[in-house]
């Protein structure tokens, strides 16, 4: 996947990338929202595999850049019967808040929606309203709240939130602006 709009980038991670995605993955700070605060533990050699296995009929890791400095990843994974689910994290703090989000996520989901997909699903923590705020806004619905479904890595219970996003709901970021 090669997407450009305005100054934003989105491609395909590889190989080159794996270090980067590996600094972030191992950062807890990054990771906190995720459960990981601690972070993965992960090295560049065992991301550089993992990513060799990326396909666009499976799962395909991405790289967010923008005026062509890496900032953040993104990932996609085919669920079967059309639907696609998606994740996002800005990674770098000094793009994050300026609503790059939205449109980064506009351009993915444009794309999978013009690919044949149906449905978009993704979730977030519950304790993560920004980014509830930021799906919502794309069309995204809410579907389940899952209430102290799962530890993080301090062993704190976390609640995660469920969405979807259909098309005829899609409110699409880089046409807005």
């Not at 934003?8 to 459960?35: C, E, F, P, T, Y």
């Not at 019967?81 to 996520?105: H, M, N, P, T």
């Amino acid at each position: 996947m090669n997407l450009q709009y305005k100054s934003l980038m989105i491609r395909d991670a590889g190989s080159g990338d794996a270090q980067r995605l590996a600094d972030w993955w191992n950062d807890g700070a990054v990771m906190a929202h995720a459960g990981f605060p601690k972070g993965l533990g992960t090295t560049a050699e065992k991301v550089k595999k993992d990513l060799q296995t990326d396909s666009d009929d499976t799962r395909r890791r991405l790289i967010l850049e923008i005026d062509g400095e890496t900032v953040g990843e993104m990932c996609c994974h085919n669920q079967g019967d059309g639907s696609a689910e998606i994740g996002i994290k800005i990674c770098e703090v000094k793009w994050q808040e300026k609503g790059y989000g939205r449109q980064f996520l506009s351009m993915l989901i444009e794309e999978l929606f013009r690919k044949g997909y149906q449905r978009i699903v993704l979730d977030t923590n519950l304790e993560n309203k920004r980014a509830q705020h930021v799906y919502e806004s794309l069309g995204f619905r809410k579907k389940n709240v899952r209430v102290n479904s799962w530890r993080d890595q301090l062993g704190q219970w976390q609640s995660a939130v469920d969405y979807e996003l259909l098309p005829e709901d899609f409110v699409d970021f880089t046409k807005k602006s």
